[in-house]
């Protein structure tokens, strides 16, 4: 029953999260509204950890089991991506590459902002 209360729990943030999606002029993910919202929650202690402790250990713990159904969609798809792979190759690198660099700049920033704080 512990588990159900948690889930009907994370539910209840799931359900406002669309709510707040679909009322926006511009689309917007409502898994990203979910998680700011839970974490908005978390952090003013509104939602205790424990109230959501068991739930989150139990989709950790079957997280591969989510990602199942995503890998075989994609398998669909395998003729076109394999037609993509030399574009879909240089997208991954520009921006794997992308994200070190703003990476290595915002660390650089911060070592700045602590240097110049000391």
Known sequence: MKLLEQCA???AVCLGSIAIA??????????????????ILLCTK????????????????????LFIPAGVGIMEYFELLKSQ?????LICLFTT???FFATVLTVQGVQKLIRRGN
Not at 85 to 89: C, H, Q, V
């Open 85 to 89: 792979a030399l574009i879909l190759l």
């Open 46 to 65: 509104i939602i205790k950890e424990h109230q959501i402790a068991d739930i989150g250990d139990y989709l950790l713990k079957n997280m591969a089991f």
């Open 9 to 11: 729990l994370l539910f």
């Open 22 to 39: 679909e009322s926006l002029p511009f689309n917007f993910p409502v898994s990203i509204i979910s998680m700011a919202i839970l974490f």
């Open 97 to 99: 590459l992308l994200t």
